[in-house]
């Protein structure tokens, strides 16, 4: 069974940082798109940004652009999110997930998910 667990998460001040970290359990990892999505209360989920597994070519939503680092070992089994000049607006549940479409942030071509970590920045 695949499973992924977010961590990472937590409280943090505006302009403050955080390293988000996704484990994957064993399986060809290495062959995925890894992503980040994040969902604020009362809104839908969206993706943050994405990390093909052909060539580590990266994607992020325009929000976060020049703000958000994302990263994979696949060696570890391992993505990261790391979150500089955090925002209030960035304050939601953020979740990782895998699938095989590249550059995509359409939930429905993510085929496993984390439960989440919860990101609350405070102003």
């Known amino acids: 069974e695949v499973q992924l667990v977010e961590s990472g998460g937590g409280l943090v001040q505006a302009g403050g940082s955080l390293r988000l970290a996704c484990a994957a359990s064993?399986?060809?990892?290495?062959?995925?798109?890894l992503a980040w999505f994040r969902q604020a209360p009362g809104k839908e989920r969206e993706g943050v940004s994405c990390?093909?597994?052909?060539?580590?070519?990266?994607r992020y939503v325009d929000t976060v652009k020049g703000r958000f680092t994302i990263s994979r070992d696949d060696a570890k089994k391992r993505a990261y999110l790391q979150m500089d000049s955090l925002k209030p607006e960035d304050t939601a549940v953020y979740y990782c997930a895998i699938g095989h479409w590249s550059d995509s942030f359409y939930i429905s071509h993510y085929d496993y998910w984390g439960q989440g970590t919860q990101v609350t920045v405070s102003s």
């Open positions: 064993e399986f060809p990892f290495d062959y995925y798109t």
């Open positions: 990390i093909n597994s052909h060539d580590d070519s990266t």
